[in-house]
């Protein structure tokens, strides 16, 4: 009996002491009904949901539990919006229901945005704990996360007020089992600092000065409920909206929260970090990498999963601009140094802190001595493999070089998956990625133009197809490479804060290089490598003439054969097949041939014609119906067709349309000439393979790169080394092309001194500039061609400009033609004598550009003099590269190149040496073609 009256009181007592928290699971449940009727259509119920569960969290402010009051303080949050969205995404369809890209409509988001970025960091600071740190992560994710939240988050600074000293005294005795007093000889009860998790105290050990990081009372429980709450809100939202799965990026941060809970994983990182950097310090001299830090030491037998004691730094905050002035201290030095730290960690070690703030830093100035930064908390570390350390060095390396194809390779090859049928990809790719390592040292007014001209230049893109404005380019995004650019923004931020104008690039760019080198010990300078695959004196003759061109910075690498009387004179591969690395150009290696490709792609259609299934003189309509202009197949041999055009205005709208065989040639199908077929001879760039290759697969009724491996690369046996896009797109055997902007500057000044750089060759320079410049993106992707090295476009079957051929394939295609249609060494006739014959006569329609060369049948016509009956004929290519032969002689050649130079001069040279010395009569200026293409790509951008 009395037992009963005894529940009977706890049961009335647990009534009246949690009436609010009864009250407030009636509220949410009414709410959460609410909610559900939101998405059948009711417009005022989203109104009362927000009131209901608004009103049961203000009671939790009147008293009850702190983790319950956190947790309906975030869903509160989160319900306000979630529904802010669903409301505006109602009425903006309601509004604009043709037209969500007006300025209206996006005033309109940008004004929920502010509201619910505000109500965001407003939350994160009044809960503190692990909401701080979300905050700072959050801010760090540009790609996900609209430029407002990142500018309201970033201002997330991970300072609480101090805890209750009883509660650090219960903490540090129950962790060393005795009191406090005995561990320490003076404890000072007022803290150094205090953090989201914990809070450092100086005191005195062994008559040693230290400081305690002792770890805040229960914060683990706070800390596993916030990451709860946040994995509840994140799933929420992506069940309720899928287009907002942000359950990844969650996945990748909370994973590494625990780790600073734990003090002695944080003493083993200090340690590691601490060793390696001074390693560091005593191999590098004079390679611009040399840097100076100070670390704590740890006291081993103070350490715990909760307690951290280190020995006193003697410092200032570096943020301190008073005690910096006060002590004179260098700041460009001191930001240096802290750069150069990081990029140690990152580049060499692949073992860096991944949650910089200034805090963490302090400034040791000493009397007479140079100030040292001492780089402090390293409980948050990431480590990284070695291949994601060269993605970051050749990320770096193309960002300083404005490469924007080996931009998005080494995105790739971190771990960055893009939507490729965003327009924004390529366009703004090099753009973030500049502003991503950009000079500091801005005033802010001056920042928030930049941020606002981005925004501005987002929201004039007009996205085709089923495209949406402001789609997220990026499909999926590395916690690695969140981690680095963390990294990079706190020194940035700190170089900005310290008015500082720092090229943090320049600082990265020999650390990348070194570790892309394999060696941080010399600074090493590339080598030359060369192989001669014919011993002959020819191909000694011609390494010695690519080693001078390498010298004089013309050459990067290359390939050369020549033929003559069915036999190779010569042979050789020279060079390193990219900028960034010592990896050798080898026989074998494929160069993106650009514009030599069209010889192959003519060589498929004369197939066909020798097969009988077209003849030259045939309409296009014939064999191809719906095909919209009334034009033959010889007048776009000859570049006569009026559709040279055809297309451009899709590429330039988004580059990657190219990598779409089906739709460029609907596009060529419905394009309408420029000009009357038949009436003027103008370069068709790119409109060529796709007209000469859609007819080919139409007549032939087989895929237009299996035709040509059958009929064509197959029986010469270089289907291996003559492919028009990649079989494997990462074969690590590839040439990538690259402008090297400084040497050509310089070359041309010698050369022609500094007026060279003014007028109309100047003008020329600029274009030159304007190919790997990130300008080029914003008048279209077309104009540059380093883009050809991108992994999407490798693999593209553009049969006009995408070919991957060594220069051995491409010297036994002319051999064969030199040879009368023969394949030498063999009596296997691949292409009739009469075919041949075809392909050197001129044509006589006019040509507008006087320089430019005159074409046979698909193929160029070099005369060596203005009477010459039977000229040399081939194919050249904007990189440089070029093939031909020259019938009389029966000699042949292939020239692979992969740096692009302003006059050709490498293939100039290389061809006329060789022409010197088999005795042939020099043949005219052969470039006017490859100049002609460039002129046209840039008058089409």
């Not at 809960?127 to 979300?134: T, V, Y």
């Not at 697969?697 to 035709?707: A, C, D, G, L």
Request: net charge neutral; with cysteine; charged share 25%.
């Amino acid at each position: 009996m009395a037992g009963s009256g005894f529940l009977s009181t706890i049961r009335r007592w647990a009534l009246l002491k949690y009436w609010r928290f009864y009250i407030l699971m009636i509220a949410c449940l009414a709410g959460l009904v609410l909610l559900v009727a939101v998405g059948v259509g009711y417009g005022v119920l989203p109104v009362l949901a927000v009131l209901v569960i608004s009103s049961g969290a203000f009671m939790l402010n009147y008293r009850t539990s702190s983790l319950l009051r956190r947790r309906l303080t975030v869903y509160k949050n989160a319900l306000h919006a979630f529904l802010d969205y669903k409301l505006l995404r109602r009425k903006t369809k309601r509004l604009f229901p043709d037209n969500d890209t007006c300025p209206e409509c996006l005033e309109m988001w940008d004004e929920v945005n502010t509201r619910n970025a505000k109500r965001a960091y407003d939350m994160c600071v009044s809960l503190e704990g692990l909401w701080i740190k979300a905050g700072q992560y959050l801010s760090s994710r540009a790609d996900v996360l609209p430029d407002v939240f990142i500018h309201s988050l970033s201002k997330c600074q991970d300072e609480v007020p101090p805890k209750d000293l009883d509660d650090i005294r219960e903490t540090v005795e129950s962790e060393f089992g005795r009191p406090l007093s005995s561990v320490f000889e003076f404890f000072d009860p007022k803290p150094l600092a205090c953090a989201s998790i914990a809070q450092v105290h100086r005191a005195t050990f062994r008559g040693e000065d230290v400081v305690v990081k002792v770890q805040h009372k229960a914060i683990k429980d706070v800390i596993e409920q916030d990451l709860e709450n946040l994995r509840r809100i994140v799933s929420w939202f992506a069940w309720a909206e899928p287009d907002f799965d942000f359950r990844p990026l969650m996945n990748e941060w909370s994973k590494e929260v625990p780790y600073e809970l734990d003090f002695v994983h944080e003493a083993e990182n200090l340690r590691r970090v601490e060793r390696e950097s001074m390693e560091a310090v005593q191999s590098r001299k004079d390679l611009g990498m040399s840097f100076k830090a100070i670390f704590p030491q740890v006291y081993g037998e103070l350490l715990t999963e909760k307690v951290l004691v280190m020995n006193y730094i003697d410092g200032f905050k570096v943020s301190d601009i008073k005690e910096l002035d006060a002590h004179n201290v260098d700041r460009v030095a001191l930001i240096q140094d802290i750069a150069r730290a990081y990029g140690n960690q990152i580049f060499r070690f692949g073992f860096f802190n991944a949650d910089p703030h200034p805090g963490n830093i302090l400034v040791v100035a000493e009397k007479g001595k140079k100030a040292t930064p001492a780089l402090l908390d390293f409980g948050l570390t990431k480590e990284i493999d070695e291949k994601t350390q060269r993605g970051f060095s050749k990320l770096v390396l193309a960002a300083a070089d404005g490469d924007i194809s080996m931009l998005l390779n080494s995105l790739d090859e971190v771990g960055v998956k893009f939507n490729f049928n965003s327009q924004i990809l390529a366009q703004e790719s090099l753009k973030m990625t500049k502003f991503f390592f950009r000079d500091s040292g801005k005033r802010r007014s001056e920042q928030v133009k930049e941020r606002a001209k981005r925004g501005e230049k987002q929201r004039e893109i007009k996205l085709q197809d089923d495209e949406s404005l402001g789609r997220n380019p990026v499909d999926a995004f590395p916690e690695s490479l969140v981690f680095f650019q963390r990294t990079v923004f706190l020194i940035r931020g700190l170089a900005t804060l310290l008015e500082v104008h720092l090229p943090y690039l320049d600082l990265l760019v020999p650390f990348a290089k070194s570790n892309l080198r394999g060696t941080f010990q010399i600074d090493k300078p590339f080598g030359f490598p060369r192989a001669i695959e014919v011993q002959s004196q020819l191909s000694a003759k011609l390494i010695n003439l690519a080693a001078k061109l390498e010298r004089d910075r013309s050459l990067l690498g290359c390939q050369i054969v020549v033929w003559q009387n069915g036999q190779v004179l010569a042979e050789i591969a020279c060079g390193r097949r990219d900028k960034y690395t010592e990896n050798p150009v080898t026989p074998s290696t494929l160069f993106n041939v650009y514009s030599c490709t069209k010889a192959l792609t003519t060589m498929a259609l004369h197939r066909c014609v020798e097969m009988g299934l077209v003849n030259y003189g045939d309409y296009i309509d014939q064999h191809w119906p719906g095909f919209r202009t009334r034009c033959t197949i010889e007048q776009v041999l000859r570049h006569t067709s009026g559709l040279q055009n055809a297309g451009s205005e899709a590429m330039k709208k988004n580059f990657f349309s190219v990598c779409d065989w089906d739709r460029m040639t609907r596009l060529m199908e419905e394009a309408k000439a420029k000009t009357a077929p038949g009436s003027e001879q103008t370069y068709h760039y790119l409109s060529f393979g796709w007209i000469i290759g859609g007819l080919v697969e139409k007549v032939s009724n087989t895929p237009f790169r299996e035709f040509v491996r059958r009929e064509i690369t197959g029986p010469l046996g270089v289907e291996d080394e003559m492919q028009i896009g990649l079989e494997d797109p990462m074969n690590e055997n590839l040439a990538m092309v690259c402008v090297d902007l400084e040497a050509e500057k310089r070359r041309m000044t010698r050369k022609l001194g500094r007026s060279a750089l003014t007028g109309q060759l100047g003008k020329r320079m600029k274009d030159i500039h304007e190919l790997a410049n990130s300008d080029a993106a914003e008048k279209g992707l077309l104009s540059n061609p380093t883009m050809f090295n991108h992994k999407a476009v490798r693999e593209a079957a553009i049969p006009a400009a995408n070919g991957r051929f060594s220069a051995r394939a491409l010297a036994k295609l002319y051999a064969t033609l030199a040879n009368g249609g023969v394949i030498p060494g063999t009596s296997k006739r691949l292409f009739k004598a009469e075919t041949v014959a075809l392909l050197n006569s001129f044509s006589s329609v006019s040509r507008p550009n006087a320089q430019e060369a005159s074409y046979g049948l698909g193929l160029q016509v070099f005369r060596t003099d203005a009477d010459d009956p039977a000229p040399v004929f081939g194919h050249s290519g904007i990189g440089g590269s070029l093939g031909g032969c020259d019938p009389r002689s029966r000699t042949a050649f292939g020239l692979t190149l992969n740096q692009l130079t302003f006059d050709h001069r490498a293939g100039y040279e290389i061809i006329k040496f060789v022409f010197n010395a088999l005795g042939l009569r020099p043949l005219a200026a052969f470039t006017n073609e490859a100049r002609q293409e460039r002129s046209q790509l840039l008058a089409m951008a």
